[in-house]
């Protein structure tokens, strides 16, 4: 056993060889499942380009109805994020394995696993069918789309906090509560928050995909546009949503910067 021990670390580069083997042939594998087709996709160019061309010069005669359907869109990612990460916080807790006991984990692992295997096209379908054509639909699609996602995200930083200092309290004799408001609440704020923002900025590109079902916002409005052949205002759609999504994103990427040099502490 020692010899053998004794020849891998001294064949490093056949263990790296043998890997780099696995990764090659791995992704040919992925490769030719794929079939791609080199010379359809030669002559597919000549079509985009055409598609392309189509769509320019925007019409922005549409500007204002596309500003009206971007603020639904916004309403319907802000109360769909924080109802999902209201949502998602216990099955956090109950996820985490320095919290929770394994046959919970395992019940609230399955619960976060159910949700992230239904696309959010799916949900946005079930509840237009629940609820009708509009907003209300998006807001409660995006609300389960959010949980299988933050919940996990909300797992990893509570299973990374540091467990000396949990052990600390509860032989200080602090209860649960005590435990997590003071030894699990201040370590994870930071990141939790950082996550969360992210998940506003992600729902506000996914609210306008769910528009596709009837689910409100601005992705209603360009999927009729695009179905109807006005590419010109369905472009203007695109742009003003690429405008508010990188607003959006240098916004919460400021605050997440925020968060972690202050450490969760706000001025």
Known sequence: MKDLKYFWHRAAWL???LIGAGVVLLYGWALQGLKIDLELLKTSVPYVADFVSRMFPPDWSVLDLAGKALVETVQMSLWGTTIGAILSVPIAVLSARNLAPRWLRLLAN???????????IVLGLLFVAATGLGAPAGTLAL???TIGYLAKFYQAAIESV???SLEALEVSGASWLQVAQYGIL?????????YTFYMFEY????ASVLGVVGAGGIGFELISYIRGFEYPKATTMMLVLLVVVTAIDALSSHLRRRLEADNGNFD
């Open 143 to 145: 609300s389960i789309y």
């Open 162 to 164: 540091d467990g000396r």
């Open 110 to 120: 399955l619960l976060q696993n159910l949700v992230r295997s239904v696309p959010s």
């Open 186 to 194: 201040p370590q994870i704020l930071p990141l939790s928050l950082g």
């Open 203 to 206: 729902n506000i590109r996914a």
């Open 15 to 17: 263990k790296h060889l």
